[in-house]
């Protein structure tokens, strides 16, 4: 690592601002690596460029605090940004966005729309998510109009993908 900072360090020869943006950490195998990879980098480029880390996350501040060791926290000085949820009628325009490269509207029920968009919402708000269950309600329809029950079946799609990515994180048992 220590190589491949020095080559962007190098590279940065009129000192721009160097943003490290670290999308959802708690994903990684283990929160200690995260914080070993990122109180290396930061020794890395201490004193030698302007830089910054951003973490995107749903984790919550409170917890994500907590996967650091003191002195990784002490030198980031973490400080939470929180962004509101999209409201219903925003994900339907952003699917509606998505599906209008694809189908024209009158394929798609606006009610089915909406009864993604509160699902997500009740689910925390992922736009990801939402995109996900719909590219996989897409495979459902072949050519037919993307319709409530459609949805219904995105949805219980993504459930169960949940669950199996939950049950799989699990610690084995002996």
């Known amino acids: 690592m220590k190589t491949k900072g020095r080559n ?21 195998r283990n929160m200690k ?3 070993s990879f990122i109180f290396s980098l930061y020794q890395t480029f201490l004193g030698k460029a302007k830089f910054c ?13 907590r996967s650091f060791a003191e002195d990784t926290l002490s030198r980031l000085q973490l400080k939470p940004m929180i962004f509101t949820m999209y409201d219903a009628p925003q994900i339907v325009s952003i ?5 209008d490269y694809a189908l024209k509207p009158e394929a798609y029920d606006t009610k089915a729309l909406y009864r993604l968009a509160n699902h997500i919402r009740l689910i925390g708000g992922d736009m990801r998510e ?11 329809i ?3 109009k993307v319709t409530i029950d459609n949805i219904n079946e995105g949805i219980e799609w993504g459930k169960n ?9 699990l610690p084995s048992h002996y």
Not at 9 to 28: G, V
Not at 95 to 99: C, E, P, S, T, V
Not at 161 to 169: D, F, G, I
């Open 8 to 28: 962007i360090i190098n590279n940065n020869q009129d000192r721009k601002l160097i943003c490290f943006i670290i999308d959802e950490p708690q994903k990684a």
């Open 33 to 35: 690596d995260v914080d």
């Open 53 to 65: 880390f951003i973490f995107l996350s749903q984790m919550r501040y409170e917890n994500a605090s």
């Open 95 to 99: 699917l509606k966005q998505r599906l």
């Open 130 to 140: 939402a995109l996900d269950i719909l590219h996989q309600t897409m495979k459902f």
């Open 142 to 144: 072949s050519k037919t």
């Open 161 to 169: 993908r949940w669950w199996k990515n939950e049950l799989s994180s």
